[in-house]
T-cell receptor
């Protein structure tokens, strides 16, 4: 069973701090990775995608990928109360006939004013 | 730019009934995937449709079936509903062969089975 694991949290950080969200995956052939944000009662919203080892930055968000360690992370700088949500990590094996996203259970982030 | 739309927003059914959920993909997209998200869990892949055919299926029973229409919209049908089918049903659209394989989600349909 190919899995994506996340710490369910909750992760609580003060406003203005850096929030660090982590994800590990078991399928070594996973090639595409995604972070989605999901507010309570809403659907997942794409934050970032990452495909290559290293860092990818978009505004206050930085995704990090280490394929050797099978590890993906998301850093949120200058955290705001509006960042309070569940963050879902997803992996996809882009080879062959596999098109599905495999999700972790999500990490609940709370940013305290 | 129209995003992914789903209908209905909420639905209440009783055990044994059948339900049909609908999805229209984001403008320019041709592929539709369906996911089930139970409370406190990540979305679970049900199946994906492309060119009006089921291209991949997750670990869901045959009670779950789908269809894609020539305009790329899609339906998810669930027969003989069980209490455990209560969940948020998400549709995601993507573009086959696009520069990325990113899936964008619609607002979801909340199904409650009593």
């Amino acid at each position: 069973q190919k899995e994506v694991e996340q710490n369910s949290g909750p992760l609580s950080v003060p406003e203005g701090a850096i929030a660090s969200l982590n994800c590990t995956y078991s399928d070594r052939v996973s090639q595409s990775f995604f972070w989605y944000r999901q507010y309570s009662g809403k659907s997942p919203e794409l934050i970032m995608s990452i495909y290559s080892n290293g860092d990818k930055e978009d505004g206050r968000f930085t995704a990090q990928l280490n394929k050797a360690s099978q590890y993906v992370s998301l850093l949120i700088r200058d955290s705001q109360p509006s960042d309070s949500a569940t963050y879902l990590c997803a992996a996809r094996n882009s080879g062959g006939s596999n098109y599905k996203l495999t999700f972790g259970k999500g990490t609940l982030l709370t940013v305290n004013p | 730019d129209a995003g992914v739309t789903q209908s209905p927003t909420h639905l209440i059914k009783t055990r044994g009934q059948q339900v049909t959920l609908r999805c229209s993909p984001k403008s320019g997209h041709d592929t539709v995937s369906w996911y089930q998200q139970a409370l406190g869990q990540g979305p679970q892949f049900i199946f994906q449709y492309y060119e009006e055919e089921e291209r991949q299926r997750g670990n869901f029973p045959d009670r779950f079936s789908g269809h894609q229409f020539p305009n790329y919209s899609s339906e998810l049908n669930v027969n003989a509903l069980l209490l455990g089918d209560s969940a948020l049903y998400l549709c995601a659209s993507s573009l086959l062969g696009g520069s990325t394989d990113t899936q964008y989600f619609g607002p979801g349909t909340r199904l409650t089975v009593l």
